[in-house]
C-alpha cells in the first residue's frame, strides 16, 4: 500500500519536486558525516551543549546571533544524541531544505526542468555542498534568506501583503543564525524606494521594514552584551580607505569563482554580452569597465607581486583542497591540477562580467528582475565595509547570481545540455573534494587520538585550530601561555604537532594514513614529537 502511495507521488504533478528533494538528500549522504569539528564548529557545538544544560548564552568566542540555530542544534541533539555527526546531519536537512526553496523560486521565471536543474547547479556547488557538511552559519541563514527572497518575489508578483510580513520574519528568522541576514529586507526597501514609494509610506511597510528590523538589533546588542556577558575576542568591523577598493576587486573576482563554469558560456556567447553591454547607459558601462580592472588589478597584484593566486589565499577552494587548512606542511594530494589556476581566473572574470551585464541590462518595467538585483545591492555594499573578508559571507550570490545567468541562459538552444554540463562538473569537483576533506581531517583526528592514548596531555598539542579553539579561554585570561594563535584560536604547547609534513626539530612519532573514495592511498597525515618534548 505504501509503495503503491509512494509510486503515485513519484509519477504525478510534484515528481520533480520529490525526485529533487531525494536526490539532494541522498547526493549529499554518500560522503560520510563528519564526527569532528570542521572550521568554527567547536565553539558552535559547545553552544549546543550548554543550551542543552540550560545555558542560553554563546560561547566564546562567538559573536554572531547564532541562538536560533543554536536551539536548532539542540533539538537535532534531543533527538540523534549531540555529537558532530548529527548536528552536520542537521546541516543537510537545512541544506536540503535551501534546494527546495531556490527550485521553488526558479519556478517563478522558468520551466520545471530548467528550475530542476538550476537548483541543481545550487546542491553540486563546491562552497555549498562543502559547508552543508558542517555546523557553520552559513547555510541555514542562507537557506533562510532565500525565503525571504522568494516571498519578496511573490509580494511584487501579486501585490499581497502577507508576502511582505513572511519575507520580512524570514530574514529576522536568518538575522537570529547571522547578523547579515537582516540585508534582504533592505534589498525590498531599495525597490519600493527606487520602483514603487508609496509603499514606504504605508504603516505596515514602516513597521515591518523599519520598526521591527530595528526592534530585532536592540534586543540583539541588549542580551549580547548584557545578559550574555560577552568579552575578549572582538573582530574589527569596519574597513575604510583603500581597503574597501581591494574588498570589491577581490569580493567581485569570489563572485565570479563561485559560478566560473559559466565564464565558458559567456566568453562563447560574447557577441551576445557585447551586444548588451553596447546598449547600456553610459555611466552602467562605466561601471562594468571598473569592475573588470578591479578585477583584474587584483588578480594581478597578487600574482606578481604577493606571490600567490588570488582565490587561493581566500577561498575555501584551492588546487589543493576544499575547506580550510589549518595543519603545518604542504597537502600532498590536490583537487585539480594546480596549473588550472590561470584558466579559472579568466572564466571567474568572465562569469562576473556577463552576470553583471544581465544584471545592469534589467528594465525598470522587469519587477522581479529589478528587485533581485536590489538584493544583490543590498547584500554586497554592507560587507564590503567589513574588516575581515570570508567569501561565504557572501553566498547569497550563488543563487541571485544563477537566476540571472539562466535568463541569458534558457534562451539558448541547447540550455539543458550546458547546465547538465555544468551539474557534473561540479558536482564531481564537491563530491571529491568534499570526501579529500573528510579523508585527511579524519586522519588527522585519529593522530590526536593516539596522542591521548600514549597518555600525552591534550593541552601538549598543537593540531591545528578546530582542535586548539578548545584554548581559547585560556589564552584570553592568560595570554602569556600561547604559544601560537590562529585566527581566534591557539596552542598551549607546541610539544606535539600535527603536520602534513616534517617539520624541524621534529622527530615522527606516527603515520596515519588517509585514502580517496577508491580505496586509493592519497597521503599521510604525521604526528610528530619536539626534540627534547616530555
Known sequence: MHYVKALKILQGKHSHTVLLALVTL??????????????????????????????VRLHHPINMTFLLQ?????????????????????????????????????RRFFDRTVSTLGALTLLVNPFYFYLSHTFMTDIPR?????????????????????????????????????QFGIFTIGGLVLYYLFDDRKQLLTRRNAILLFALPATMIVTWLYWYYAVNGSAGYTEGYFNVGLNVLRTIGKGALHAGYFIFPLGAFYL?????????????????????ALMLLAMAGFAAAAHFFLGYNAFYQFSLMSASRLGIKTIPGIKPNGIFPEALAGPLTLLSIAAFVGVLVDILSVRRGDK??????????????????TMNFFERYFLLLIPIMTLFALRSLSRHVSVKRILVAYVLLFGALSWYGTYDNMSWNSAR???????????????????????????????????????RW?????????????????????DVLHRVAYYGPFGERLGDVLVLKKNGAQ
Open 368 to 385: 522581479r528582475f529589478r528587485l533581485l538585483s536590489f538584493v544583490m545591492v543590498a547584500e554586497v555594499v554592507p560587507l564590503l565595509f
Open 445 to 483: 583526528w585519529e593522530g590526536v587520538g593516539y596522542l591521548h592514548g600514549i597518555g600525552v596531555a591534550e593541552e601538549k598539542i598543537d593540531a591545528g585550530f578546530e582542535y586548539n579553539a578548545r584554548f581559547y579561554e585560556t589564552c584570553i585570561q592568560r595570554p602569556e601561555l600561547a604559544v
Open 70 to 106: 543554536g536551539f536548532y542544534g539542540a533539538v537535532v541533539a534531543s533527538v540523534a544524541g549531540l555529537s558532530h555527526s548529527s548536528l552536520a546531519a542537521g546541516t543537510i536537512l537545512l541544506s536540503t531544505a535551501g534546494i527546495m526553496i531556490f527550485y521553488a523560486l526558479l
Open 26 to 55: 541522498l547526493f549529499q549522504l554518500s560522503v560520510p558525516l563528519p564526527s569532528f569539528p570542521l572550521n568554527d564548529d567547536y565553539p558552535y557545538y559547545k553552544t549546543v551543549e550548554n543550551i542543552l544544560h540550560g545555558d
Open 142 to 178: 542562507l537557506a533562510l534568506s532565500l525565503l525571504s527572497v522568494y516571498f519578496f518575489v511573490r509580494s511584487v508578483e501579486t501585490k499581497r501583503r502577507t508576502y511582505v510580513t513572511l519575507g520580512v520574519l524570514s530574514a529576522l528568522a536568518a538575522f537570529w543564525v547571522r
Open 268 to 288: 562563447f556567447n560574447y557577441r551576445t554580452v557585447r551586444k548588451k553591454f553596447f546598449t547600456l547607459e553610459r555611466s552602467r558601462k562605466t561601471f562594468v
Open 486 to 506: 590562529q585566527s581566534w584560536a591557539c596552542s598551549l604547547s607546541d610539544a606535539y604537532v600535527v603536520s602534513f609534513e616534517q617539520q624541524p626539530g621534529y
